[in-house]
């Protein structure tokens, strides 16, 4: 039951995002804007490109998904599908599970697919390219699980948008410095496994937890 509840509701979402792909490319686009700004702003020379690409590249996935992050359950809300969440003989936390993991692979793994070009950019050395990757990797989820549990807490708030990045921003500030800070590492010749670590200890934490807060923060919303 919950299999099938989780596939209805992924091709649910998938065919909304069909239906709206216009606003499917919205995050992918904002990222690299995001990323040729930069390249602009420092003048495009690799000397002052190279050792700053990596924390830009992944400000530029946390702002794509945080971008997205609004509409995660306002939708649901407003045309009364979240209220079939709450009847339906699978737990609560399990749809939310789901969707969130739609968030991510429609927010997140896009601009992760294409950073090895952006990357190329901002003149990313290639021996960082692999450490990069694990951390987005790793730490892209945690933004999307902590996300859901802010979007929760402010569906049933109009015009939520600011105070939801006024939420968000602080969660995710550990989560960017240890991304970007496991490249550096790494970049200095130091050992960046200790920040990876900490990324999946966190991505293991966020995983049951973040679901479980969210769905309560959904109840109350609902209620």
Do not use: K, N
Not at 74 to 84: A, C, K, P, V
């Amino acid at each position: 039951m919950m299999l099938q509840a989780a596939r209805a509701l992924m091709v649910r979402d998938a065919q909304l995002l069909w239906a709206r792909r216009g606003d499917a490319f919205q995050p992918a686009l904002f990222a690299l804007l995001t990323v040729v700004l930069f390249a602009l702003g420092l003048g495009g020379e690799a000397r002052a490109l190279a050792p700053v690409a990596a924390a830009v590249l992944w400000l530029a996935v946390l702002l794509a998904g945080l971008l997205a992050l609004d509409g995660l359950f306002r939708g649901d809300l407003e045309d009364g599908s979240l209220e079939q969440w709450m009847l339906a003989p699978v737990p609560l936390w399990w749809l939310v599970l789901v969707r969130t993991g739609m968030h991510w692979l429609t927010t997140a793994l896009p601009v992760i697919v294409v950073i090895p070009l952006l990357g190329e950019l901002l003149y990313l050395p290639h021996a960082q390219l692999p450490t990069l990757l694990l951390s987005l990797l790793l730490g892209t989820p945690i933004l999307s699980l902590l996300g859901a549990v802010v979007a929760a807490l402010t569906v049933g708030m109009r015009r939520a948008g600011i105070l939801l990045a006024l939420l968000a921003l602080p969660l995710y500030v550990p989560v960017l410095v240890f991304g970007a800070g496991a490249v550096t590492a790494h970049a200095q010749g130091l050992d960046a496994s200790g920040a990876l670590l900490l990324l999946g200890a966190g991505l293991a934490l966020a995983l049951p937890l973040a679901p479980l807060t969210a769905a309560a923060a959904l109840r109350i919303a609902h209620d």
